[in-house]
């Protein structure tokens, strides 16, 4: 998740593309990271039930995709053409971006991802339990 390779990357240190099209795809990013965070909180068990489906499947998605989010995918493509793009600083590094920007540090890679797993882990955990406390009080 942290970085599709290892070489230092100061366009990081920047922050996001803040053009229209860049704009667009930070706000989609915080979003889908504000519902992988807070999405366990919900009292609809079809809610949580799609919650448990879509945690392992973005976690996979990210290990399939070397570290890179589709969404990455997808703003590379609309901007050069092509599905990967090694001079995006963006692709396969969005929350190394975030840390760099918004904290002002750089974790290495390989603990950015072991954190991140770990967190979709937890958060995974919370959410079963909440759907198997809302089957225990319906039963």
Do not use: K
């Not at 807070?38 to 489906?53: D, E, K, R, V």
């Not at 997808?74 to 760099?100: A, K, Q, V, Y």
């Amino acid at each position: 998740m942290a970085s599709i390779d290892s070489h230092d990357r100061d366009e990081c240190q920047r922050g996001p593309r803040l053009d229209g099209l860049g704009l667009s795809f930070l706000i989609s990013h915080l979003a889908v990271g504000a519902y992988i965070l807070f999405g366990w909180i919900t009292s609809s068990p079809p809610a949580l039930a799609f919650y448990l489906l879509l945690l392992p499947t973005i976690a996979t998605q990210w290990y399939v995709n070397r570290g890179s989010c589709v969404m990455n995918n997808i703003e590379s493509w609309l901007r050069g053409g092509c599905w990967r793009d090694p001079t995006n600083p963006e692709e396969g590094g969005f929350l190394l971006m975030l840390c760099r920007w918004l904290f002002r540090i750089r974790p290495h890679p390989l603990v950015l991802d072991r954190f991140s797993y770990a967190t979709v882990f937890i958060l995974w955990l919370l959410a079963a339990s909440r759907l198997s406390w809302f089957a225990m009080v319906d039963a």
